[in-house]
């Protein structure tokens, strides 16, 4: 939010260049007010929808709105929007270990990673949690690429996940237990195999036969 005035404001788009929007009195929220300064402040991050463009002027006139977002899209927004800080100051890092400014790593890594994730910040996770192998064919510079990998272990918080379950395992065969111990220990050389080089765990447990407790945790 750039400038308030009684009409409305003026406001500076971040993810359009920083283009300058006006976000009219009549656009600002459902509530009443009297004042703009009652729901607006200079500095203020607000999430906007674009509502109409003016392609003819030169920057483009912009009008958008704050009474048209729902809570929930605000909400997701601002959610993205601090992953995308949190990436960019990663990529700084990078730039400045690289001498060279954010603008290229964006150009020859960042921007890459948000073509096949979709955001920044989620290719970093994978960067974080399965090394240079989440960039294949990518075309990433080796150099970039590595020093990424060691920022996106060294500043991205992997969060683990814990799956549980209560399997029932039975046998009538005369040598049933021993069925059932190479059951359950094929289970967890199969996910061991399938997931190896990789932090997933499995365990089972016994709760009293015929009755196992499965656990898997990974990122």
């Known amino acids: 939010m750039k400038e308030i005035f009684d009409y409305g404001a003026y406001v500076t788009l971040d993810e359009y260049r920083g283009y300058r929007a006006f976000l009219p009195w009549s656009e600002i929220t459902a509530r009443h007010f009297k004042d703009v300064k009652e729901v607006l402040r200079e500095g203020q991050r607000v999430v906007a929808k674009v509502i109409r463009v003016d392609r ?29 800080q949190k990436a960019h100051n990663v990529l700084e890092v990078v730039a400045k270990r690289l001498g060279v400014g954010v603008e290229t790593i964006y150009e020859k890594a960042g921007w890459k990673l948000e073509d ?14 399965r090394g240079e192998d989440a960039a294949a064919g990518l075309g990433i510079d080796e150099n970039i690429l590595k020093i990424l ?71």
């Open 116 to 129: 096949r994730y979709r955001e920044i910040m989620r290719g970093l996770e994978e960067l974080a949690i």
């Open 56 to 84: 003819t002027k030169k920057p483009p006139a912009i009008d958008v709105s704050t009474k048209k977002v729902s809570e929930e899209e605000r909400r997701d927004k601002m959610i993205l929007w601090k992953r995308a």
């Open 149 to 219: 990998v060691e920022e996106a272990r060294r500043h991205v918080e992997i969060k683990r996940v814990s799956i549980s379950g209560i399997i029932t395992a039975k046998s009538r065969a005369p040598d049933g237990i021993k069925r059932i111990k190479d059951l359950l220990g094929g289970m967890i050389d199969e996910v061991s195999k399938k997931y190896s080089g990789s932090n997933v765990k499995i365990e089972i447990y016994t709760l009293g036969a015929p009755r196992y407790r499965l656990t898997l945790e990974g990122t």
